[in-house]
């Protein structure tokens, strides 16, 4: 990076950042295709014991897998936002007023990150789950 773009930023932060922040995207696209990868998992699974007579108990097991997994990874994907918003406050805190090269992300909300962290899709997807799955199970012990 020249030194004209950082003014006077310490050196090598802005590509520190930017590679922690790189980190924590890989970080959430993984745990996303566990998520999706799982999840499709318990659904087949979920047709082929729709069929079957006597499958209540097999059906309740696989709801509640189902939930326990997305809470978790709901729970992972939140603490990876809050690292990516907490890097990006740091950005904000280290870079000069008259620093004009480019953001260490191509858009960032500056004052909603709270909306950021609440309703990131990669964090709504997994309460997506637990309540398809909560249905499931609605259905079943219905029925």
């Known amino acids: 990076m020249s030194e004209e773009r950082q003014g006077s930023i310490p050196d090598g932060v802005y590509d520190q950042i930017r590679e922690l922040l790189v980190h924590e995207d890989q970080v959430i696209n993984n745990r996303m295709v566990w998520l999706g990868v799982f999840q499709g998992l318990l659904f087949a699974s979920l047709g082929f014991a729709w ?16 939930m326990i997994v997305s809470a978790l990874l709901f729970c992972t994907l939140l603490t990876s936002t809050i690292a990516s918003m907490n890097l990006l406050k740091c950005w904000d805190r280290l ?16 004052k909603c990150r709270l909306f950021r962290m609440v309703i990131a899709p990669w964090n709504l997807i997994p309460l997506f789950f637990i309540a398809a799955w909560c249905g499931v199970l609605w259905i079943i012990l219905m029925h």
């Open 51 to 66: 069929q079957k007579q006597d499958s209540k108990c097999l059906i309740v097991i696989f709801s509640l897998l189902g």
């Open 95 to 110: 870079k000069p007023k008259t620093y004009d090269g480019p953001d260490v992300v191509g858009f960032a909300p500056k």
